[in-house]
């Protein structure tokens, strides 16, 4: 016996699911501004190199919410109203990595200044690309919603923008591995929502400021391989949460602080290769 079509059978069910493909909004898009933003990026790239491959699954014929290393809000997090869902997450690591050495340093930092039109980023993910230039200081900090920035392994160089330390939303922060020049402003106190700052292998310079200690949320702090100098500030002990302290390869003297021992949730410590003087403080002890 043939088997029906229930669809057949039933002429509602078939309009209903014709109402389904054809008339619903299309909540799975994201908004065509953002799509052309991206679309913009790529061209950019492409314009330096047509043999990237990287990007190949953005294209003007879908939404960027289906694209690879793109991350868009969750249909259930729309609106009733909305069509679209927006962009809150770009992972673009290592694009070019299959274009070493001929690419390296042919990517200028101002190619980034289409993902600055995408608001509603909260994760941005460039490290590891060989951009070069001055970090975009208006544009990151049009990201007024950013909680992940990673810029590292990259080849920025300049002073760190003030910009940065308006994005008070930021919980990870990991600008290691640049050519930063320049000091640690006052103003990085403002990241109070830090979890994890990395400055690593820069060229920044002066004194660590007591500023430091309004991060009270950090829980991880690399300065290693800079040119810090003075002492290490007293104010560090406020960091309760911190559970690793990399401070190695500076020029940091004086005494450690007699009060490191407060930070009772520290697991690593490294201080090595710098002038540090006097004795061991002996309220490490507490430091089980």
């Avoid at 941005?124 to 007024?144: E, T």
Wanted: net charge neutral.
């Amino acid at each position: 016996m043939e088997a029906t079509n229930p669809t057949m059978a039933n002429p509602s069910l078939l309009l209903e699911s014709i109402f389904i493909l054809f008339f619903l909004p299309p909540c799975l898009s994201c908004p065509e501004y953002q799509k052309q933003a991206l679309l913009q990026f790529k061209s950019s790239i492409l314009a330096i190199n047509s043999s990237l491959h990287t990007l190949d699954s953005w294209n003007s014929s879908s939404s960027c919410c289906q694209w690879d290393n793109v991350t868009c809000t969750s249909p259930s997090n729309s609106t009733s109203t909305s069509t679209s869902r927006v962009v809150i997450a770009l992972h673009l690591s290592n694009l070019f990595a299959q274009l070493y050495p001929e690419f390296s340093e042919r990517m200028p930092s101002i190619l980034l200044a289409p993902l600055f039109f995408i608001r509603s980023l909260m994760v941005l993910d460039i490290s590891d690309n060989s951009i070069y230039g001055q970090i975009p200081a208006l544009g990151f900090g049009n990201l007024s919603n950013l909680v992940h920035l990673d810029i590292s392994q990259n080849k920025f160089n300049g002073s760190i923008p003030p910009q940065l330390f308006q994005l008070r939303h930021l919980r990870y922060l990991d600008l290691s591995h640049n050519s930063l020049h320049g000091s640690l402003s006052p103003k990085v106190g403002s990241l109070q929502n830090l979890r994890m700052l990395n400055l690593t292998s820069n060229f920044l310079s002066g004194v660590l400021p007591q500023e430091i200690g309004n991060l009270t949320k950090l829980q991880q702090l690399s300065l290693r391989f800079n040119k810090f100098s003075n002492g290490i500030p007293s104010s560090i002990s406020y960091l309760k949460e911190l559970e690793e302290l990399k401070l190695s390869h500076n020029a940091l003297s004086k005494e450690i602080p007699m009060n490191i021992g407060n930070l009772s949730n520290l697991s690593i410590l490294i201080l090595r290769n710098n002038s540090l003087t006097g004795g061991i403080p002996s309220s490490m002890q507490k430091l089980s």
